[in-house]
Antibody, heavy 125, light 108 residues
Framework: QVRLVQSGTEVKKPGASVKISCKAS????????MHWVRQVPGQGFEWMGV????????SYAQKFQGRVAMTWDTSTNTDYMQLSSLTSEDTAVYYC??????????????????WGQGTLVTVSS | SSELTQDPAVSVALGQTVRITCQGD??????SSWYQQRPGQAPVLVLY???NRPSGIPDRFSGSRSGNTASLTITGAQAEDEADYYC???????????FGGGTKLTVL
């Protein structure tokens, strides 16, 4: 069974950093990219970035450039997302989600499946 | 402005058919995927590559595309389908992805 299990709830002060883990099981870890997505309470999803565990490729949303870092540990099949210089606006649930892709009739498509259970990060003084 | 636009809320009578749409120019180039999120839960994939259902998703869920608009249709909506639905696709700029703003589906 393919599964992503994330680390637990975090409470941070403004200006601090947070590092969330996402442990994968049930599939070949290095064969799938991993996305990170966040959801501010009561709002929609915001894509943060993606990492390729089989190489050193990452791509971050422009909004988070310079403040986010995604890494991986292939020995433990675990991805990490670190977000620094936290403000109250970073209070959100953070999800990891496995990338999947296909090409049909010359058109490409990607989808996120499965998702981790989410990690609530609260930033408060 | 969001690259993918969804209606904020839609309602449907129990057992009737409802269509949830997602509009964006990027959908002329890439397939969409759709996610269901019930309150307090992580999202679940319900459709991928426009009209493919993952295992375990009921066949009352179907997808289609016309021009720059992707649609999720629920034929015979059930009470358990009441949730937020989000579309997703590759972004316009670089190596990125985007979500629609989400549609809250109410089953009456």
């Amino acid at each position: 069974q393919v599964r992503l299990v994330q680390s637990g709830t975090e409470v941070k002060k403004p200006g601090a950093s947070v590092k969330i883990s996402c442990k994968a099981s049930g599939y070949a870890f290095t064969r799938h990219w991993m996305h990170w997505v966040r959801q501010v309470p009561g709002q929609g999803f915001e894509w943060m970035g993606v990492i390729n565990p089989s190489g050193e490729t990452t791509s971050y949303a422009q909004k988070f450039q310079g403040r986010v870092a995604m890494t991986w540990d292939t020995s433990t099949n675990t991805d990490y997302m670190q977000l620094s210089s936290l403000t109250s606006e970073d209070t959100a649930v953070y999800y990891c989600a496995r990338d999947n892709s296909m090409v049909r009739e010359g058109i490409s498509g990607w989808w996120f499946d499965p998702w981790g259970q989410g990690t609530l990060v609260t930033v408060s003084s | 402005s969001s690259e993918l636009t969804q209606d904020p809320a839609v309602s449907v009578a129990l057992g009737q058919t409802v269509r949830i749409t997602c509009q964006g120019d990027i959908l002329r180039t890439y397939y969409s995927s759709w996610y269901q999120q019930r309150p307090g839960q992580a999202p679940v994939l319900v459709l991928y590559a426009e009209n493919n259902r993952p295992s375990g998703i009921p066949d009352r869920f179907s997808g289609s595309r016309s021009g720059n608009t992707a649609s999720l249709t629920i034929t015979g909506a059930q009470a358990e389908d009441e949730a937020d639905y989000y579309c997703n696709s590759r972004g316009i700029t670089g190596f990125s992805w985007v979500f629609g703003g989400g549609t809250k589906l109410t089953v009456l």
